[in-house]
């Protein structure tokens, strides 16, 4: 009992399981397939807030450089400081406003919102002013960022001057940066639950048929009568099954027809011991029979030697 308990095999396990494998990698593409649309998708949606804050830009320029009518409101820098503080009051994302008039020895402010700064166009910008289009760029400076647009005011058919604005991009990137945290948020979630439904999923499709597989292994390992897997899918493991089934019926008809050939082997082997005990029985028959007619024969020489020499003696004590 002791030998059979310490012969046994030691029981299988398993320190990695192949479903904690497959969910862990799973969550980590999610996540890294996510996060890199998601951070394409925030990309793609910053570049188009900019495209549209840059046309809003330019529409709201040149909305301001269609107002100016006639030469004389162009001029008339008191009249426009006053428009450009209520535009200021209620447009909120534009930093700085100047109204510029070309001269022919360059440019002056008319009005403006912040005497102490002027924007920083160049010549060339002016010349593209001047042949009536429109100038943008995006400037980021200081954690800011904002759009500069400069716009032609045509007076008469004219260039005769440009509206040129500082449009804040503050607002549309603290959008941009709460819909990215909620994006990556929201990725990060989708990944987590999709991974503990794949998680149930290779519970139930992977994980309980091989549970089966290696419950029957155990059986084989313990000794006991190897059984069937009940694994009834038209998958992989279904056919595995299948093939299992087939190879374990194949070893319990091996296993019989062994069994069948040991007993006759035992029973043959019983009867040759039996017939070798018979024979045994009666070679010591035969002994011990030899035995006794041997020594009825040497009773028979020493009664034969011993008879003249009682006869002699006889003979003398007659004499005598």
Same mark, same amino acid.
């Given at each position: 009992?002791?030998?059979?308990?310490?012969?046994?095999?030691p029981?299988?396990?398993?320190?990695?399981?192949?479903?904690?494998?497959?969910?862990?990698?799973?969550?980590?593409?999610?996540?890294?397939?996510?996060?890199?649309?998601?951070?394409?998708?925030?990309?793609?949606?910053?570049?188009?807030?900019?495209?549209?804050?840059?046309e809003?830009?330019?529409?709201?320029?040149? +909305?301001?450089?269609?107002?100016?009518?006639?030469?004389?409101?162009?001029?008339?820098?008191?009249?426009?400081?006053?428009?450009?503080?209520?535009?200021?009051?209620?447009?909120?994302?534009?930093?700085?406003?100047d109204?510029?008039?070309?001269?022919?020895?360059?440019?002056?402010? @008319?009005?403006?919102?912040?005497?102490?700064?002027r924007?920083?166009?160049t010549?060339?910008?002016?010349?593209?002013? &001047?042949?009536?289009?429109?100038?943008?760029?995006?400037?980021?400076?200081?954690?800011?960022?904002?759009? +500069?647009?400069?716009?032609?005011?045509?007076?008469?058919?004219?260039?005769?001057?440009?509206?040129?604005v500082?449009?804040?991009?503050?607002?549309? =990137?603290?959008?941009?940066?709460?819909?990215?945290?909620?994006?990556?948020?929201?990725?990060?979630?989708?990944?987590?639950?999709?991974g &503990?439904?794949?998680?149930?999923?290779?519970?139930?499709?992977? =994980?309980?048929?091989?549970?089966?597989?290696?419950?029957?292994?155990?059986?084989?390992?313990?000794?006991?009568?190897?059984?069937t897997?009940?694994?009834?899918?038209?998958?992989?493991?279904?056919?595995?099954?299948?093939?299992?089934?087939?190879?374990?019926?194949?070893?319990?008809?091996?296993?019989e027809?062994?069994?069948?050939? @040991?007993?006759?082997?035992?029973? +043959?082997?019983?009867?040759?011991?039996?017939?070798?005990?018979?024979?045994?029985?009666?070679?010591?028959?035969?002994?011990?029979?030899?035995?006794?007619?041997?020594?009825?024969?040497?009773?028979?020489?020493?009664?034969?030697?011993?008879?003249?020499?009682?006869?002699?003696? &006889?003979?003398?004590?007659?004499?005598?």
């Amino acid at each position: 009992m002791l030998g059979s308990v310490m012969d046994r095999p030691p029981a299988l396990t398993v320190h990695r399981p192949i479903r904690f494998k497959l969910v862990g990698l799973s969550i980590l593409l999610l996540l890294v397939v996510s996060f890199g649309f998601t951070a394409l998708n925030v990309s793609f949606s910053r570049r188009w807030v900019e495209e549209d804050l840059r046309e809003r830009a330019i529409m709201f320029a040149r +909305e301001i450089a269609a107002t100016i009518a006639d030469r004389r409101e162009f001029e008339s820098g008191a009249l426009l400081d006053a428009q450009i503080q209520q535009i200021l009051t209620v447009r909120q994302s534009v930093l700085q406003l100047d109204i510029l008039a070309f001269t022919p020895s360059g440019s002056r402010v @008319v009005a403006t919102s912040d005497p102490a700064t002027r924007m920083p166009f160049t010549r060339k910008d002016v010349e593209q002013i &001047l042949h009536g289009r429109v100038v943008s760029r995006l400037i980021s400076e200081a954690g800011k960022r904002y759009w +500069e647009v400069m716009a032609p005011v045509t007076l008469e058919r004219a260039v005769a001057g440009a509206v040129t604005v500082k449009f804040s991009l503050h607002r549309a =990137d603290q959008l941009a940066s709460r819909m990215r945290n909620r994006s990556f948020a929201l990725a990060a979630a989708s990944a987590i639950v999709t991974g &503990l439904l794949m998680g149930l999923a290779v519970q139930l499709l992977v =994980d309980r048929p091989i549970g089966r597989f290696m419950e029957a292994i155990a059986r084989i390992r313990r000794g006991d009568a190897p059984g069937t897997v009940s694994v009834r899918t038209a998958d992989e493991f279904g056919v595995l099954a299948t093939h299992f089934n087939e190879m374990i019926a194949r070893l319990n008809q091996f296993s019989e027809e062994l069994q069948r050939r @040991v007993e006759a082997a035992t029973a +043959e082997l019983e009867h040759r011991y039996r017939e070798v005990q018979r024979l045994n029985e009666t070679l010591f028959a035969a002994q011990r029979s030899l035995s006794h007619a041997e020594r009825l024969a040497l009773s028979g020489r020493i009664v034969a030697q011993a008879r003249p020499i009682s006869a002699g003696g &006889l003979r003398s004590l007659k004499r005598n």
